[in-house]
């Protein structure tokens, strides 16, 4: 999956991605996914779309 690594300033394939779920307004759930820059190992994160 890709997402912007802000330390590099690209977009890069996230590696060892996780779908995590996050609190929204209200009661209601986010969903994102967490991983790491190939590159530089910096963390990135990226919020997904409804299921």
Do not use: H, N, W
């Not at 300033?9 to 995590?20: G, L, N, P, S």
């Amino acid at each position: 999956m890709e997402a912007y690594c802000v330390k590099c300033k690209k977009k890069r394939e996230m590696e060892d991605v996780q779908e995590i779920i996050m609190k929204g307004k209200g009661t209601s759930k986010r969903r994102a996914a967490k991983g790491t820059c190939p590159t530089c190992g910096t963390k990135m994160f990226r919020i997904l779309g409804k299921a």
